[in-house]
């Protein structure tokens, strides 16, 4: 449960602000998903090495084990392949000339891939069948 709940916060401060990546702290991390703090660090872990997230210090360089992670005041996460086509230049409907039913297709790509997610990562009964 809490690789969904990292993953919900991930995707909403880098999605939901149409960021590719963003800073978020332990502490803020533990607040928004109120797992401990080992819990986050193994659903860190298991998302990682699922290639779900990529996670980054100051400099950009990849954390891809635990080790590189443990003690970086900074580090930066963002979603990898699956989202990678969602538009993050913050730019409205009407500024792509997107209109009526096209943005219901983004809307349902969006669910598709949402679905496609949970199913890579065994939470499929969380998502909705509609």
């Not at 219901?104 to 949402?114: C, H, I, M, T, V």
């Amino acid at each position: 449960m809490a690789e969904l709940k990292v993953l919900l916060v991930i995707i909403r401060q880098t999605l939901g602000w149409k960021k590719n990546c963003d800073w978020i702290s332990g502490r803020q991390m533990m607040e928004k998903t109120g797992c401990s703090n080992r819990a986050i660090n193994l659903a860190i872990d298991s998302l990682v090495k699922r290639k779900v997230i990529a996670v980054q210090d100051d400099g950009g360089n990849l954390l891809r084990e635990p080790s590189q992670r443990r003690g970086k005041p900074r580090m930066y996460f963002r979603l990898c392949e699956l989202f990678t086509h969602v538009d993050t230049q913050g730019k409205t409907n009407e500024q792509k000339g997107i209109t009526g039913s096209s943005s219901e297709k983004n809307a349902q790509d969006l669910r598709k891939l949402s679905k496609e997610l949970a199913k890579n990562i065994r939470i499929t009964n969380y998502i909705s069948t509609n």
